[in-house]
């Protein structure tokens, strides 16, 4: 018997201005059969889960959130309730760079005597909720945690104590949120994913947040919006890449800008001369 | 020419890189750092710039400005480090042979510096809090500070 899948659809994309699972991939598949598609190499139990039932076009049977607005963790509760004492693998529909090799890697590293089994997210080495498998155990956990309130996914998942593996393809669970940032992942998708170091300087607002003026960096990213994206999520700063502009190597460039090994790059916080 | 100094101010020298005999409009503006913003009662500041790209964004306004109006010479200097109330933070000087060319292009040289060069001030109020100011993005985030 094969693993209850639950691929969640039921996010806003706000920031991304249009559903993200409606994207159409450089490959011109849409994002949401994508990700049925790898799902469907691994199970034949695949559901979606969104807000308001609907399939999304994909005729999957669905899994409607018991209560709109409780986010991934309200998914998995919803989950729960429909098959009792069954393992789930949760799968985020927005993960542009998710590939099979990744699926694999999960499915052959799973240990079903833990409560789950995730991945490392590869920037701050926290396990990543939304590419995981819960075992029956851990999804007796969720309706706890709906009832505390407690609904952010890492920390349900961390709380878990779950086994956690390292990714084999690093970028594959890299989020897009933005459509700088979806620029980012198919550049990575089209381009595939190479390390390089660039040099990063900081000034004001963003200099007292990281706590240093300058830093050389190894990143992933092919753009600028990718780059930011890292440092943001590294080290916490506290401003949006829409409230910044970009230098790259003394010049003001776009955020699409590529990113060079040996590459200066300077995200500037509102200036205030004058 | 377009410089930052990390040092006061010399306005008079400032000046002296515009004088030019042909010139009968001569227009100096001075910014200087005011004691409130926004109703809070301002104690000090300090300025930050990322200095290459100040000059170099700072010199593109100034060349723009020349080629826009009809002047003979501009000169912008721009403060950074720690500033007390009145101290000079910048200063743009602009020569021409009619007075209404330097008028624009002064103000024109000001609104883009403030606009688009990489300088960053941070406002030091007396009852102890500071922020970085035109940090439109801190607005309504439950910052505990004010724009």
């Not at chain 2, 101290?87 to 602009?94: F, G, L, R």
Request: glycine content about 8%.
């Amino acid at each position: 018997m094969s693993l209850h899948v639950l691929l969640l659809a039921g996010g806003l994309s706000e920031r991304m201005g249009r559903d993200k699972v409606d994207i159409v991939r450089p490959d011109g598949t849409r994002q949401i059969d994508h990700v049925v598609a790898l799902a469907r190499k691994f199970s034949d139990r695949v559901f979606l889960s969104t807000r308001d039932g609907g399939d999304r076009g994909t005729g999957l049977p669905v899994v409607a959130d018991l209560h709109p607005g409780d986010g991934p963790v309200g998914a998995l509760a919803s989950a729960a309730a429909t098959a009792p004492g069954e393992p789930w693998l949760v799968l985020g529909c927005d993960l542009f760079l998710l590939d099979e090799a990744t699926l694999l890697h999960l499915l052959d590293h799973r240990d079903p005597s833990r409560p789950a089994t995730a991945f490392h997210n590869r920037l701050d080495g926290k396990p990543e909720p939304l590419c995981a498998i819960y075992e029956a155990t851990a999804m007796s956990a969720v309706s706890d945690a709906v009832r505390a309130g407690k609904f952010c996914a890492r920390h349900f998942l961390e709380d878990l104590g779950p086994l956690v593996l390292d990714l084999p393809h690093p970028a594959a669970l890299d989020n897009a949120n933005t459509p700088d940032e979806l620029e980012e992942a198919f550049a990575k998708l089209r381009h595939g994913v190479a390390p390089k170091q660039v040099q990063i300087l900081y000034f004001a607002a963003l200099r007292e947040a990281r706590g240093e003026s300058a830093e050389t960096v190894e990143t992933l990213a092919r753009t600028a919006a990718g780059l930011y994206e890292e440092l943001r999520f590294r080290h916490r700063l506290p401003l949006r890449a829409d409230a910044l502009r970009v230098a790259r190597n003394g010049e003001f460039a776009g955020w699409n800008a590529p990113v060079e090994a040996g590459d200066e790059f300077v995200f500037i916080p509102p200036v205030a001369g004058g | 020419m377009f410089k930052i100094s990390t040092t006061p101010i010399d306005t008079s020298a400032v000046v002296a890189r515009v004088e030019d005999p042909t010139c009968g409009g001569l227009v100096l503006f001075e910014g200087r750092v005011r004691n409130h913003h926004r109703g809070r009662d301002v104690l000090r500041l300090d300025y930050e710039a990322f200095p290459s790209m100040a000059e170099s964004e700072g010199n593109k306004i100034v060349t723009a400005a020349l080629e826009k109006f009809d002047v003979r010479a501009i000169a912008c200097v721009h403060r950074t480090g720690s500033l007390a109330i009145g101290d000079i933070a910048v200063v743009v000087a602009v020569s021409a042979a009619h007075r209404e060319a330097a008028f624009d292009a002064c103000r024109y040289v000001i609104d883009e510096l403030k606009a688009t060069v990489p300088i960053w001030k941070k406002e030091f109020y007396t009852d102890g809090t500071d922020e970085w100011t035109g940090c439109d993005a801190c607005a309504g985030r439950g910052h505990h500070h004010v724009h």
